[in-house]
Each structure stands twice: as C-alpha cells, then as structure tokens.
C-alpha cells in the first residue's frame, strides 16, 4: 500500500467517525419537540 493511498484512508475513515460522532451527540442533546395539542381545536366543545 503506498502512503498516500494509507492517508487516504486514514483521512476518510477520520472524516466519516467525526460527522457519525457529531450527528450521534446533536442527537442526544437536542431537546424533544412538544407534541401539538390534539383537543386545543375542541376546547369549546363540551366532553
């Protein structure tokens, strides 16, 4: 295997474990988003 060749691929397994780690973190600290109010259309409608 020539050096370029091994940093090639040392670069792209590089590139592609930070942007897995990166997208993996922002998945885990991304606050969850509130659901809508399913009933906020019907609260003038008795139950």
């Known amino acids: 295997m020539s ?5 090639m691929m040392i670069t ?3 590139v592609v474990t930070f942007v897995t780690g990166f997208f993996f973190w922002k998945v885990l600290k991304t606050p969850p988003k509130e659901e809508p109010d ?10």
């Open 38 to 47: 399913s009933y906020s259309e019907n609260d003038d409608e008795k139950r």
């Open 12 to 14: 792209t397994i590089s």
């Open 3 to 7: 050096s370029v060749a091994l940093f």
